[in-house]
């Protein structure tokens, strides 16, 4: 379906770009990655396709290097996955957060306009965009109202790409992608770190699990399955934007106990504290994704429910435990 067909991730080395690469490639695309660095430990969840990948090398904080990119290339399709993702630290450097997620988007779709016309782009939005909540579930037509710099950066980009589509007829879509998670999270995530928190502590390697609001809901998917709806969207004849969500919310306490489940320990609460240092500044509230327009238009909808999601990341934080001895 796809010979022929070429794609350039941002983000390539994160957890969604991982997984869309290796989907991409069984499609037959030719894959590009953007990346920034060589380090190894940067390109282990690539290990099994990177020979695979073109790498080019860089990143979207400069406008000669992206459009650059864009010019040589010339792909079919790029997907902009690339961002300053926790919220914590957007709090720490807002200028940052909004240089790589707001002007960085800006970069790609006026690269894109000047050297490639035909590209198809997909952005990477996110629930965050809702923020202070005026209705729930949420779908495209809910306002928004972020509530902190990664929530305000990412709609900045999100309006630039609706403006490129309608102003400059460029294919351009954005997934309003809720919460999700798999194997390949980053160890900096409240899931992740739950997850292997379980497995640490059922092989007595720890103790206690610090973690702040353990009522916070949010609606958690399965990664892989999320990236699959990003390539959905690019093969619509027209650009349009959706929400990509489960439309269940589960709290940090059903993801601790369904973690800790899951390798055998049922009094979860003897191994959890709750610590003030970890909550956010500001806590959304029923956040809750109504994707309804993804499973009408696009046939997608989730299919791994939340236990079994939270299954596999423990069970491969335990394989991971055990190869480290």
Known sequence: ??????????GITGQDGSYLAEMLLGKGYEV???IETRREECLAHLEGCLDDIHQVYGNLATTRGIHGVI???????????????MVTLAWKDPVKV????GMGVLRLLDGIRRYSPKTRLFQASTSELFGDVTE???NEDTPFRPRNPYGSSKLMAHQAVVQFREHKDLHASCGIMYNHEAPRRGPLFVTRKITQSAARISLGHDETLFLGNLDARRDWGYAPEYVEAMWRMLQQDRADDYVIATGQAHSVRDMV????????????????????RFYRPAE????LGDASKAERVLGWK????FEEMVGLMVDADLARLRAEG
């Open 1 to 10: 379906m796809a010979e022929n067909r070429s794609a350039l991730i941002t």
């Open 71 to 85: 010019r040589e290339i010339a792909p079919d399709e790029v997907y902009n996955l690339g961002a300053i993702t």
């Open 32 to 34: 590009y990655g953007l």
């Open 257 to 276: 106990a369904a973690a800790f489940a899951r390798v055998g320990i049922s009094d979860w609460e003897a191994h959890t504290r709750v610590d003030p």
């Open 136 to 138: 729930s579930p949420q």
């Open 98 to 101: 909004f240089q790589i997620n």
């Open 302 to 305: 989730p299919r791994v429910p």
């Open 284 to 287: 959304e509230v029923d956040m």
